[in-house]
């Protein structure tokens, strides 16, 4: 199916070169947005597979923007000019399921908007273990309220979900286990539908609230 996109971005002649770069390599550009309101807006008419979102947007930042649009089932995947580690954790706390900075090459942002489509979570190189550490200090805070009662995983599930844990691509766990990258995309989506997560980021962040991240 071909991929729905929103590309919100206050430069014009960016904006422009994005769409005009995710148009060519077979996808529809459903709409643009030039401020955050207006990417609020238009991906709650549209209901984009993906919304390309910059941060430093006029109006809403791309975090409250993450936050408007969360629900719809659409998935954020941010390509900003910043880098910084509060900008980066503000927008995966607000939803977002990748980072980006725009330093990326057009192959990476379009590989990454695939990516994003798929439910894998897709960072510029130094962002991923960023994000682990955060998450694993969230983890070691006491939770807020009990957890809800989690779904038996089967134990090639768990085994998937401990790598995961500790930063694996897809590729890294087919290599390590011996399996096709497609079984391991699999059994990721099923354990993502067992335990009624959206992306890897949140399973990430699930498996070590549990510590599936520790050494068994």
Known sequence: ?????????????????????????????????????????????????????????PGLHGADVCAEVSGLGTKVLILSASGEEADVLAAMKAGASGYLVKSATREEILDAVHETAAGRATFTPGLAGLVLGEFRKLAAEPPAESSRPVPELTDREVEILRLVAVGLSSKEIAEQLVISHRTVQNHVQNTLGKLQLHNRVELTRFAIERGLDEPR
Do not use: I, Q
């Open 1 to 57: 199916m071909t991929l729905r996109v929103v590309v919100a971005d206050d430069h014009p002649l960016w904006r422009d070169a994005l769409a005009e770069d995710l148009a060519k390599a077979g996808m529809d550009v459903v709409a643009t947005a030039p401020d955050g309101p207006a990417a609020v807006r238009r991906t709650k008419a549209t209901r984009p597979d993906v919304l390309l979102l910059d941060l430093n947007l």
